[in-house]
């Protein structure tokens, strides 16, 4: 393809810094454009426009509009299992009980992270129709209409909750204690676009597995931390600090194809759970088979 591979993505991760400045992607001869992302609707109406070739995205995203009329749409790669989400509370909120009555941030309000949210209320004893939900869009705008008292509670990531924390904000939950085998590291792309760039797919894929398997090594934590200082222009510590929460999110390694497919069937059966429907069609495992495959071969 002619120019850079164009990537939408709420945050970039480690493992997508280490494949784009430790040389994943230059060895398969890809450019990447990082697009940043402010919401999930955005987000989705590029890719389905062709104005994004790829979304690392939830993959709930995928599977909700999926339902609404774009059957394009389609996941392509997971690389981790555990959400870097975490239910962030204003400094008022000194338990679950206080959340009754009050407002909670969301990207959107029929998917995303936001039935994780649900699920996180009601399993604490908070029914829907208990609270109020307003849609915000990505965890920069939720951690922002927090600071400005609009939302009680909201998701962040780990980008945003280090600094949450230093506001005086605080962890309710982690995601990760109640959803661990959910979908980590995710992308998708349309099946209009990847049908005419197979190559390209196809090492994208490759290149990510491998950066993925060279970020999680312990031996290359220092110079993954190094990497997230430089590409993030984060001072060491501060660096080390959001590399330690991006970590200590992650529950699992997918390493075949049947892992990611069980974890994104979690994801499908809190869809199921919350609207009813079954989602279906939204996982192609092939490039993802071919990408594990051959790096077990150059083993």
């Known amino acids: 393809m002619s120019g850079p591979l164009r990537i939408s993505t709420f945050s970039r991760t480690s493992i997508m810094l280490a494949a784009q400045y430790r040389g994943f992607l230059d060895a398969v001869g890809l450019t990447v454009q990082i697009e940043p992302v402010t919401g999930s609707r955005q987000q989705m109406a590029d890719l389905i426009a062709g104005r994004h070739d790829i979304a690392h995205t939830n993959a709930d995203n995928i599977m909700r509009y999926r339902a609404a009329g774009h059957p394009e749409l389609y996941v392509f790669l997971v690389l981790d299992r555990g959400i870097a989400q975490k239910l962030v509370v204003a400094p008022q909120v000194s338990g679950w009980a206080d959340l009754r009555g009050a407002t909670v941030g969301v990207d959107a309000p029929d998917s995303g992270y936001a039935f994780v949210l649900y699920e996180l209320l009601r399993r604490h004893g908070i029914e829907p129709g208990q609270y109020n939900v307003r849609a915000l869009g990505a965890t920069g705008l939720r951690l922002a209409a927090l600071r400005r ?107 075949t194809v049947a892992d990611a497919a069980e974890s994104l069937a979690r994801t499908a059966a809190l869809r199921r759970q919350y609207t009813g429907a079954e989602p279906s069609g939204y996982f192609d495992p092939s490039v993802l088979a071919a990408a594990f495959e051959r790096r077990s071969a150059d083993r």
């Open 149 to 255: 008292g609009e939302v009680a509670a909201a998701m962040l990531s780990h980008h945003h909750e280090a600094s949450a924390l230093d506001g005086g904000f605080r962890v309710l939950a982690a995601s990760n204690d109640h959803f661990a085998d959910l979908p980590g590291m995710t992308a998708a792309t349309t099946r209009s676009w990847a049908g005419q760039h197979k190559r390209v797919l196809s090492d994208y894929t490759a290149a990510l597995v491998d950066a993925a398997a060279w970020a999680i090594r312990p031996e290359n934590h220092e110079d993954v931390v190094r990497l997230v200082a430089d590409a993030s222009g984060l001072a060491p510590a501060q660096a080390r600090r959001l590399l330690d929460i991006e970590t200590g999110s992650r529950t699992g390694v997918v390493t």
